[in-house]
């Protein structure tokens, strides 16, 4: 493409603005890649149309964007899109792709470069058609997509040059411009950091490095794209790898398990390196993203000694004892199945204080809830808490664990504790719904598990942070309990007041007319002969109820004709034809 320098036309095109509002509208916050690359297609095809810049219809002549072409900022938004939709294609199949030695890796890889290709095209023509904002969101803009395609064919020196140049530029025009640009520029810039430090990373790192910087970036993993994304899960599955080759038992019940089967030590490892994980995670939606990955670890490493297990009782002999291997593969799952529990009990409880702070949220504040969001409900917080007790249950019957008695005296105060919570939020549900004298009731039986559950903590000698939230949660009770036996005492008197007044109401009314008042309130023609009344023109001065009303008529009898039986016919034989007999 030749760009003519003597072109003095400046265009203004908001790259960034573009490429955000695009994204945010049309699938990516959702990493819905393929949606959003139909819409970069079907955009394209728009701006063309409207440019009356199409490639023909019977025969097909390739048009490019040139310098001389641009008369308006939407010339420039045709190389864009193209870049960006071939970006999309790359991260489509990143996202689908199973497997590095997968084909569809070459596909990927021809994507990105063809998106660098449509984003130094892009740099030419406004580093000559733009003014000097566009231009060095452009070429910041390039350095990122070259950085991308450097990045995903492991060239680290060359991605990290890339990366690097397009940080100082997003950095320096974060300063320029309006908050909104400023704002686009900064966010960025912050994403590429994570690039920059994993290049680095790869770069200065010994070939048995710990991993210490990948675990720190898949704590942000919300910010990193498909790409770096993959090689951060590549490189920590190698890893991991390593580590379960040393990592051949686990002690339980006082016993070391040993595991034999490595993909069941790699889903143990990795569960343990996203729990930890969730401790430093203070993004709530994070932290649900953590436990959905932690319990597929854990479901997978089930599977897998569920099927050891299978197989070992499949080769024993049928009433024989099971031997030491089917023996520790029932204490390995008795071990996934327990720490599962442990954090599902966690998960909830997370889901559950942040429910209970929407609800206190919402019936402190004098505001309406703002329109889309859903109001939290009391009952909301008795579902989680009958999880929570279900969690609990499973919790104490797994394996042995019914004979251990530091999880048995765990279980008895979890339950005690949800117990008494989910009483009290069953009460706010009936005070809701204006049952005063159940929710009064539930209130009470809501004081009395508090009690209860004080007791035992203070009889097993245990000082915990649950007393305070108990004794907070009898008090709110008893308050709770004055507030509903008050309304229901006010109802109580509003419904006597009411009968009396309706009482009070009813007279004898003995006027002629008074039948058809009380059992006719639209009396027709024929009914009001006597009266003088013409009737409502409304009603067409009621001549006749249409459609007729159903009115009670006599039966037809039934007769009975028993003389019937008693009747001699004549005998009429000697008028009839004789009959000629035949031989």
Not at 110 to 120: G, P
Request: hydrophobic share 35%.
């Amino acid at each position: 493409m030749e760009i003519d320098e003597a072109n003095e036309f400046k265009v203004t095109l908001p790259i960034l603005a573009v490429i955000k509002t695009s994204q945010q509208q049309n699938g990516l916050r959702h990493n819905d890649y393929r949606r959003y690359r139909q819409y970069c297609t079907r955009r394209l095809r728009r701006v063309r149309k409207t440019l009356k810049f199409t490639h023909g219809r019977k025969n097909f002549v390739k048009r490019t964007v040139e310098l001389k072409d641009i008369k308006d900022e939407r010339y420039l938004l045709i190389p864009l899109m193209q870049a960006e939709r071939a970006w999309a294609y790359a991260m489509q199949q990143k996202h689908e792709m199973t497997d590095d030695r997968d084909r569809s890796r070459f596909h990927l890889i021809r994507r990105l470069t063809k998106a660098a290709f449509w984003s130094s095209q892009l740099t030419k023509l406004c580093s000559v058609a733009a003014d000097a904002r566009t231009a060095l969101e452009a070429e910041a803009y390039c350095s990122w997509m070259n950085g991308n395609i450097l990045l995903e064919r492991e060239i680290w020196s060359d991605a990290l040059e890339k990366f690097v140049h397009a940080k100082t530029v997003f950095d320096q025009l974060s300063k320029l411009g309006n908050l909104e640009q400023n704002a686009l520029c900064h966010e960025r810039s912050e994403n590429l950091g994570p690039s920059i430090k994993y290049c680095s990373y790869v770069l200065g790192a010994s070939a048995g490095g710990d991993g210490s910087l990948n675990s720190e970036l898949l704590k942000d993993r919300g910010t990193l794209d498909e790409i770096l994304l993959s090689k951060v899960e590549n490189v920590m599955s190698d890893i991991r790898t390593q580590q379960a080759k040393s990592f051949d038992t686990i002690q339980w019940k006082g016993e070391y398990v040993p595991i034999h089967n490595e993909k069941v030590r790699l889903s143990i490892l990795r569960s343990n390196e996203l729990t930890s994980q969730l401790d430093g995670q203070e993004n709530a939606e994070k932290q649900m993203d953590l436990f959905i990955e932690v319990f597929s670890s854990y479901d997978e490493a089930l599977v897998f000694v569920r099927n050891d297990l299978q197989n070992e009782a499949n080769k024993r002999v049928r009433g024989s004892e099971p031997g030491p291997r089917e023996v520790a593969l029932g204490l390995l799952r008795d071990y996934l199945t327990f720490h599962k529990l442990r954090n599902t009990i966690h998960r909830n409880l997370l889901l559950t204080e942040s429910l209970t702070a929407s609800l206190d949220s919402e019936n402190n504040s004098d505001q309406p809830p703002s329109i889309g969001k859903k109001s939290v409900k009391p009952s909301d917080l008795v579902v989680m808490y009958e999880k929570l007790l279900n969690n609990v249950e499973n919790l104490g019957e797994v394996g042995e664990m019914k004979s251990n008695e530091s999880l048995h005296q765990e279980v008895r105060l979890k339950t005690a504790v949800f117990t008494s919570f989910r009483c009290f939020y069953v009460a706010e549900s009936y005070a809701a719904a204006l049952k005063w004298a159940e929710a009064y009731a539930l209130y009470q039986r809501c004081v009395e598990h508090c009690l209860a559950a004080i007791q035992l903590f203070r009889s097993l000698e245990i000082n915990s942070t649950e007393i305070v939230s108990l004794e907070k949660l009898s008090s709110n009770a008893s308050a709770r309990r004055v507030f509903v036996h008050a309304h229901g005492l006010l109802a109580l008197e509003d419904q006597e007041n009411s009968i009396t007044s309706n009482v009070s109401k009813l007279a004898i009314d003995d006027r002629k007319d008074s039948h058809l008042k009380l059992f006719d309130p639209k009396p027709t023609l024929l009914q009001r002969l006597n009266t003088f009344d013409s009737g409502s023109p409304q009603e067409h001065y009621n001549l006749i109820h249409f459609p007729p009303r159903f009115e009670a008529i006599p039966c037809k009898p039934i007769l009975f004709d028993l003389a019937f039986n008693y009747v001699e016919f004549r005998d009429l034989s000697h008028r009839a034809k004789p009959v000629k007999k035949s031989g």
